[in-house]
């Protein structure tokens, strides 16, 4: 078992939360994980990037190389879009199709996600809109996760037990609005994947 993931997103969007929780979730099945991140130029705003590296044999190195990524995970498109030469030649785009708007010459919000759309294995979930309805809008970065989580190969009972331990200190409440907007996430993509099959 061997899985390369790229988290794309800006700072405060949650990345190093997902990192921490698949980081979880991978030590819980005895499976080899390295994890690195690089922050832009400002915490909130900037961009952030992390690495995960998943195996059941040891890994040499944290970084991935490029056309090596199984997953390119993004919290907006954008950003995603800047490390489309990681992925692999089977390997899956899944972004929050809502903009990040941080900067003046942000490009054309179309433009981007006709892009994706031409990428050979996608999916474009509308994140933020699902945690308004779930009056879970900090939770994005759980829809995100979900919606990566059945292609991960990590158990989801693993992964649900990483957000409990993320959020042990929030309370009971708090871990119970993180896992269902881990589950909508889950849930669409099972029904993409669903689709696609069909």
Do not use: C
Request: aromatic content about 6%; proline content about 4%; glycine content about 8%.
């Amino acid at each position: 078992m061997k899985k390369d993931i790229l988290l794309a997103g800006v700072g405060g969007q949650g990345i190093l939360s997902i990192a921490a929780i698949i980081g979880y979730a991978a030590v819980n099945e005895e499976l080899y994980i390295k994890q690195s991140e690089v922050h832009g130029m400002s915490q909130r705003g900037g961009e952030v990037q992390s690495h995960v590296r998943i195996s059941d044999k040891p890994i040499f190195s944290d970084l991935i190389p490029r056309k090596e990524a199984d997953i390119i995970l993004s919290m907006e498109p954008m950003e995603g879009l800047r490390y489309t030469s990681y992925l692999n030649d089977g390997g899956w785009f899944i972004s929050n199709q809502s903009p990040f708007i941080n900067i003046s010459n942000y490009p054309d919000k179309e433009e981007i996600i006709k892009e994706i759309k031409q990428l050979q294995h996608h999916i474009l979930i509308d994140a933020d809109n699902i945690a308004k309805e779930l009056s879970a809008t900090r939770s994005v970065n759980m829809i995100m996760l979900g919606a990566a989580a059945p292609l991960l190969d990590l158990p989801i009972e693993k992964l649900e037990g990483g957000i409990q331990q993320i959020f042990k200190s929030k309370g009971a409440n708090i871990i119970q609005k993180n896992i269902d907007a881990f589950q909508k996430g889950k849930a669409y993509t099972e029904k993409q994947i669903a689709t696609i099959k069909t």
